[in-house]
């Protein structure tokens, strides 16, 4: 990686994974997010990335690998754990996917609203993940402004006119 020396390599790695990740592009957010991990193999957040760039090619096990250990490293990083739950989802794994979304649920108190949000979506449970989501906009999270556009759990939404309003009102393009 080369460009300005002022900036250090580390956050040309993440800004590069967030801009694969915004962009859906999955095969270089993968690359991107292992050169992340080249320079910190204990970044919780790399390996959640790799995992969505796994995910998002439709390599399930890999991403469930990495989600683990985004969630290991960093001692409950509840976005991993959602994004298990979805990856379990997907494998046919609901009783396993249940248990971490219920586990989160429980959890409510501490997690963030957009991760409750997710886990309703992944419940199937739209109108209070859109309740969710709301509170995360009015609490100018920034998670929402991160993962919104991009999040695999919400995509059961996105169709929904609440989320389309939700996405005009904080200036994303639909």
């Known amino acids: 990686m080369t460009g300005n020396p002022e ?7 993440v800004a590069e994974s967030l801009t694969y990740y915004e962009l859906r592009d999955y095969p270089r957010l993968i690359e991107a997010s ?13 390996h959640y990335l790799l995992g969505v760039g796994y995910e998002g090619v439709g390599d399930l096990q890999q991403a469930i690998s990495e989600y683990k250990k985004a969630s290991e ?5 509840d976005l991993a754990a959602v994004a298990l739950a979805h990856a379990d989802s997907v494998l046919g794994e609901k009783a396993e996917a249940g ?3 219920r586990d989160l649920e429980h959890k409510e108190t ?6 409750m949000a997710t886990v309703y979506a992944l419940l199937g449970e739209n109108n209070k ?8 906009c009015s609490g100018k999270s920034l998670d929402i402004t991160l993962f919104l556009q991009t999040d695999f759990a919400l995509d059961t939404l996105r169709s929904d006119p609440r989320f389309q309003s939700l996405l005009r009102r904080i200036g994303v393009k639909t």
């Open 7 to 13: 900036v250090p390599d580390w956050v040309r790695v």
């Open 34 to 46: 292992k050169r992340g991990l080249i320079l910190d193999s204990q970044d919780s957040f790399q």
């Open 73 to 77: 490293i960093s001692s409950g990083f």
């Open 99 to 101: 248990k971490i979304l």
């Open 110 to 115: 501490s997690a963030s609203p957009y991760t």
């Open 129 to 136: 993940a859109l309740e969710f989501l709301e509170k995360a």
